[in-house]
């Protein structure tokens, strides 16, 4: 199913999920968003997200008619000879009325089906531009961008300005290919956008499920569930190539690791991990700023450690998380890095995105975190 544009400006495409956050997403395209979308003269198209995995699968099976359309409505043709010149891009504008999960869904419906194809090649590449309407629970990647509500974020549609959105890649290995040391043996599982998560948040999101119900509340229920059982996560981190740490006695980011050498480890943390954070995001919902150094568009996975701490050193770090003070805390670590492994001794999970991932344990089940650089999969960005 393509699209026909309607004029020589290609359609907005509309992605609302109705389901998001308090559920308010119609409403919020028929109150705000249509009447300036019509005023601005703006054609648009509505995909409804009818259920969990909707949004992802229409991408998947509609993006390349969708980039097939696009090109030809931009495609040059020359009068004297007939001969169509196609162009070597085209931006694809894609408005989601929702949360997180929404834009995650999309980045990774419309890479699984163009990445390594000519979707996405040195001959052509798309460019993708999110405005993201905040209408989800967390609204981590609009809440980042200090986007105040869906006024605010249509605002800055209409203004036009654009940043990069980066995503890490989270790799897995078969254990086929790790036993027999293929080259190249990592395979990208999932993108995200926002954060991978191991231990306490991981727990905490995993449960805030059933409290679904209560909005943004549900959160700080599935926490406090948590935190009053708390538990230490086996697992050790592997940093590679470059690293920066967050150095209290200067306030300021200092180097720890400047080769991009990936033939070892350039700092390890042992663990246990009582809350481990690797993320794109400075808040991961409003008033909850994790990982205040973060930047959606620099070439910089930020993460969050804290080893081994009792339930006071938790509680005093999620006080001082509002304004980003507890990464001046001493039990707190940041550091920014590119490559990161996590292994566990044991199975476990870990949530990406808001999504679970099973861990299998050893060397042979290690995850990976890139900050991915391949141009044919860094091609998306937002309004800001
Ligand atoms: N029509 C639908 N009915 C039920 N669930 C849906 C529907 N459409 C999409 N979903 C699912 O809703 C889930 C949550 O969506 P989304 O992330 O947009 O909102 P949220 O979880 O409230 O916000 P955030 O991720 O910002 O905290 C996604 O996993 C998505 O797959």
């Known amino acids: 199913m393509g699209i026909i544009p ?43 997200s009818s259920s ?43 408005m989601v009325i929702g949360g997180d999960g929404t834009v995650h869904e999309i980045v990774n419906g419309i890479l699984q089906s163009i990445k ?20 989800g629970t967390g609204n981590a990647i ?18 036009g300005k654009t940043v990069p959105m980066r995503m890490m890649a989270v790799s897995t290995r078969s254990k086929k290919d790790f036993e027999d040391a293929v080259e190249n043996q990592w395979k990208v599982l999932v993108y995200t956008v926002v954060v991978n998560s191991y231990g306490l948040h991981c727990a905490t999101v995993f ?6 119900h209560l909005g943004n509340e549900r959160f700080r229920q599935a926490a406090m569930k948590n935190v009053a059982n ?18 209290r006695t200067s306030r300021m980011l200092t180097v720890v690791a400047r080769l991009d050498n990936r033939s070892g480890s350039t700092l390890t943390l042992l663990g246990p991990f ?5 993320t794109k995001q400075a808040s991961l919902e409003p008033g909850f700023t994790p990982t205040p150094l973060a930047d959606s568009s620099d070439e910089w996975m930020d993460v969050l450690a804290v080893q081994n701490v009792g339930q006071s050193e938790i509680m005093q770090m999620f006080d001082a998380t509002p304004n980003g003070q507890h990464i001046e805390q001493e039990k707190v670590e940041y550091f920014k890095a590119k490559t990161i492994e ?24 290690r995850i990976r975190f890139e900050i991915d650089s391949d141009p044919n999969t860094q091609i998306f960005s937002v309004f800001v």
């Not at 708390?230 to 150095?247: C, H, I, N």
């Open 116 to 135: 390594d194809s000519p979707f996405a090649s040195d001959m052509f590449r798309p460019k993708v531009e999110f405005t993201i309407i905040p209408a």
């Open 207 to 212: 449960d805030a499920e059933e409290f679904r």
């Open 274 to 278: 009582t809350y481990l954070l690797i």
């Open 142 to 159: 609009s809440t980042s961008l200090g986007i105040k509500d869906a006024q605010d974020a249509l605002d800055r549609f209409l203004a």
């Open 6 to 48: 309607t004029s020589d400006k290609f359609p907005l495409l509309v992605v609302i999920n109705p389901n998001s956050g308090q559920k308010l997403g119609l409403q919020i395209f028929e109150t705000t968003i249509k009447p300036a979308l019509d005023q601005a003269g703006k054609s648009f198209r509505l995909i409804e």
């Open 342 to 365: 996590l292994e566990t001794p044991n199975q476990g999970r870990l949530c990406v995105d808001g999504e679970f991932l099973p861990i299998h344990g050893g060397s042979e089940g």
């Open 52 to 94: 969990q995995g909707h949004a992802q699968s229409y991408f998947l099976d509609n993006i390349k008619p969708i980039l097939t359309d696009l090109v030809q409505s931009l495609s040059v043709v020359d009068g004297a000879t007939s001969s169509v010149t196609p162009p070597t891009s085209a931006t694809l504008q894609i």
């Open 230 to 247: 708390l538990k230490q996560y086996e697992g050790r981190l592997d940093f590679y190539g470059p690293v920066q740490s967050y150095d």
